[in-house]
């Protein structure tokens, strides 16, 4: 897994720092994992759950105060985390799996049982994950589909990153470029890979905003610093950031123009 990708934001909550510990252990050997909080309580754990919204809960049953299927009834649905619970006591299992848990681990439980629970919490991300870009991805289309001359322009993209959805807005697009069946957004410094068509995507967006300098590149306006005639006739913009682009014979004077 590449070190700019995402990591699968984990929180440990257990009473017994041993068993935290041994939870930190197994999973500092696999690098999609960042665990962002330590819970020795259920209190401990709301609150880290609501400030720092993980994507993983392992989580104990039985705690002093409030126990770990408290914990779940506290927290937002919306913003409900995946959960694999670790517990000593079997008798929870029900309930727990009511709670639509990704797995329950009976302790003691070797390493092995772990890694398969593990397993299945990636690919339940995973399948989250890819069901929430399709459905993003058909409003979109959908957008396109039915819009008329007063439909507003795009705003937003979702954009998957392994197990995670980032969102990038519109005005924080810099230029984008074609990639096969996909298309490169260049946005915030970073490069995000979006499956969509140059041709849809020029459509979705706000043609004030945005214009199509040539086949393989979308350009934001408000990023351009100069335009250059080139002896060929044709052209190139000069971005903000530096990357020089190239712009077709036909689409010259429309972008000079439009940067008039």
């Known amino acids: 897994m590449p070190d700019s990708a995402p990591r699968i934001r984990t929180i440990l909550v257990d009473d017994e720092e041993i068993a935290r510990s041994t939870l930190r252990t197994l999973l500092a050997s696999d690098r999609e994992f960042e665990i962002v909080a330590e819970c020795a309580n259920g209190l401990e754990a709301v609150e880290a759950a609501r400030a720092l919204a993980p994507d993983l809960l392992f989580l104990d049953v039985q705690m002093p105060g409030l126990g770990g299927l408290e914990v779940l009834e506290r927290l937002d649905p919306d913003r409900m985390p995946l959960v694999v619970f670790a517990t000593a006591y079997d008798r929870y299992a029900l309930e727990a799996f009511d709670r639509c848990a ?6 003691p439980f070797d390493d092995d049982r772990f890694f398969r629970a593990v397993d299945r919490a990636k690919a339940r991300l995973r399948t989250e994950a890819a069901a929430e870009i399709g459905r993003r991805n058909a409003e979109l289309r959908a957008t396109v589909q039915n819009r008329g001359d007063a439909a507003a ?37 970073g490069v995000h890979l979006l499956r969509e068509s140059m041709d849809r995507l020029e459509r979705m967006l706000d043609p004030a905003a945005f214009l199509r300098v040539h086949r393989s590149a979308i350009v934001a306006l408000a990023a351009v610093r100069t335009f250059e005639t080139l002896e ?13 682009l190239p712009v077709s014979r036909s689409r010259a004077p429309e972008i000079r123009a439009r940067l008039a």
């Open 232 to 244: 060929s006739g044709n052209g190139q913009v000069v971005l903000r950031s530096g990357e020089r």
């Open 153 to 189: 322009p795009l705003r937003r993209l979702a954009i998957q990153h392994g197990t995670r959805i980032e969102y990038v807005d519109a005005h924080e697009i810099e230029w984008i470029e074609a990639a096969d069946q996909y298309v490169q957004i260049h946005a915030r410094g």
């Open 102 to 107: 990704v797995d329950y681990l009976l302790k």
